[in-house]
């Protein structure tokens, strides 16, 4: 069975750092895009960050760019996300997400296979 479960969140003041992990299983991932999203209440899921396993290349979302790193252990199977200077609009459920590594896009959550359950981020003000 495939899971990704996400940790690391927590209650933040403004201006501080959290990292995120997500320990993958159930399968090979060395093929994959692991991806970063988030959730604000009201809003839609938006990108944040991914990486790919191959090559390591790594993209992000112009919002957290200079602010968040995403890296990997893959013999770990787990992907983080270093989230410095934090800011309350960053206030959201972080989701690690998994996809195939087939296509050039990475941004959009319905092209992502697998799914984590999420961890509360809070950043207060």
């Known amino acids: 069975q495939v899971q990704l479960v996400e940790s690391g969140g927590g209650l933040v003041q403004a201006g501080g750092s959290l990292r995120l992990s997500c320990a993958a299983s159930?399968?090979?991932?060395?093929?994959?895009?692991m991806g970063w999203f988030r959730q604000a209440p009201g809003k839609e899921r938006e990108f944040v960050a991914a990486?790919?396993?191959?090559?390591?290349?790594?993209i992000y979302a112009g919002v957290v760019k200079g602010r968040f790193t995403i890296s990997g252990d893959n013999t770990k199977n787990t992907v983080y996300v270093q989230m410095n200077s934090l800011k309350p609009v960053d206030t959201a459920v972080y989701y690690c997400?998994?996809?195939?590594?087939?296509?050039?896009?990475?941004?959009?959550?319905?092209?992502?296979?697998?799914w984590g359950q999420g961890t509360q981020v809070t950043v207060s003000s």
């Open positions: 997400a998994a996809k195939k590594d087939y296509l050039s896009t990475y941004d959009r959550p319905g092209l992502y296979d697998y």
């Open positions: 159930g399968r090979t991932f060395s093929s994959y895009v």
């Open positions: 990486i790919r396993w191959s090559g390591g290349r790594t």
